[in-house]
């Protein structure tokens, strides 16, 4: 008997321990931050093979060549496109690791307000900060998911025009690089439809490839704007109830403090009759 009681309170004991440690998971921030690491991840990774894609459809079916040195050209731009990227990739990376850990001190400290974590004005500073912080990325990320569906809309007219070439015959439709701003407008790059160059590269894997990576680097950056969102919620929240709880401890300070000093005066009062009858 006592052998099945022990059995059964340690099965408790795991159970409530288990119950605790999931009832404080800051399951909101957890949410966001693997929203954002998979759109981060997606962004970066498909951008970065896009702008490779890039690269080969303008050398291989453009001629565009690359200018020597450090002039100012398409593959320059791209260069910084793909540092921005490895940017981008690094600092979320440690911006989603600041949030996660934030939202498990602030989910600490809502749970126990006098026990490790204990509500401070540097934590609720930290909180506001972080949530500007949010609210700017927010804004970067709005303006990447613009940025990009530039491209996704020129590959989208290209792969357009290589899908209905065939159903309109006699039609001499080019696709000039000067009107992209791939090329000074003195460089004539342009392939049109009747020719080999145009039907090659129609038929290659690499347009196709990179218009469904640049399809897939939106959807990361949408995700991105997603976790954002997400994140700027779970914030807002969590600094609203560090705000009440501050309040909430200060009521129960002043509160003890007052019940301590009618305790005292009750108790010298006491004292002074006990002296006043002997």
């Known amino acids: 008997m006592e052998e099945n009681m022990d059995e059964s309170q340690s099965q408790k004991g795991c159970k409530e321990c ?16 693997v929203l954002l690491y998979m759109g981060v991840a997606l962004f970066c990774g498909c951008g970065h093979e896009a702008l490779s894609g890039t690269v080969t459809i303008l050398q291989n079916y453009f001629e565009v060549i690359r200018a020597p040195g450090d002039t100012l050209d398409v593959f320059f731009i791209i260069d910084i496109l793909k540092y921005i990227i490895y940017g981008l990739a690094a600092g979320f990376f440690v911006f989603g690791v600041l949030l996660l850990v934030e939202g498990f001190f602030t989910t600490g400290a809502i749970r126990d307000l006098y ?39 020129m590959y989208f007219n290209v792969w357009s025009m290589c899908k209905n070439t065939s159903l309109v015959e006699g039609a ?13 407008i003195a460089e004539e790059r342009k392939v049109c439809t009747g020719s080999e160059k145009f039907f090659k590269m129609c038929e290659s894997n690499e347009l196709d490839l990179t218009f469904h990576l640049f399809v897939c ?32 401890q200060k009521y129960e300070d002043i509160k003890s403090k007052e019940e301590q000093e009618l305790h005292d005066i009750h108790s010298t009062r006491s004292k002074e009759r006990l002296n006043a009858y002997t």
Not at 18 to 33: D, F, M, Q
Not at 119 to 133: E, H, P, Y
Not at 172 to 184: E, H, I, K, P, S
Not at 218 to 243: E, Q, R, S
Request: glycine letters at 8%; aromatic letters at 14%.
């Open 18 to 33: 288990c119950e605790r440690c999931v009832g404080s998971l800051p399951w909101a921030s957890l949410i966001a931050t």
């Open 115 to 153: 026990g490790e974590f204990k509500i401070t004005a540097c934590g609720r500073c930290l909180t506001a900060f972080l949530m500007f912080l949010a609210y700017l990325f927010f804004l970067v990320w709005l303006g990447v998911t613009a940025f990009t569906s530039l491209p996704v809309f």
């Open 172 to 184: 001499n439709l080019c696709l000039d690089l000067r009107q992209f701003g791939a090329v000074t």
């Open 217 to 248: 680097a939106l959807a990361g950056a949408g995700a991105a704007v997603i976790a954002m969102v997400h994140f700027l919620m779970a914030l807002a929240a969590n600094w609203g109830y560090l705000k009440d709880t501050s309040r909430m």
